[in-house]
């Protein structure tokens, strides 16, 4: 392959315009692609696990109990 500094630079300007020509084409195709193969369940909702009350309550119980040892032990 010949080195880059070999061509002019009307010619490297029409290589670059190519080359994104080439990019841009690629990136249609693979979008076409991927909607084909896309799964079924795109554009569905996630559903979310809940927490129940108990449990948020004991979270915040432990996380308070975690700085009031942290604070206790700064004194």
């Keep these: 392959m010949k080195q880059l ?3 002019s630079a ?3 300007r029409r ?3 190519l080359k994104r ?3 841009s084409v690629q990136a249609q195709l693979e979008r076409l ?3 084909e193969t896309a ?3 795109a554009g569905k909702p996630v559903k979310r696990r809940k927490m129940s009350a108990a449990g948020r309550l004991a979270i915040s119980r432990a996380a308070k109990a975690r700085w009031a040892k942290v604070k206790a032990a700064k004194k």
């Design 10 to 12: 009307a010619k490297l």
């Design 15 to 17: 290589i670059a315009a």
């Design 21 to 23: 020509k080439m990019e």
């Design 5 to 7: 500094l070999q061509f």
């Design 33 to 35: 692609v991927g909607e």
């Design 39 to 41: 799964p079924a369940t």
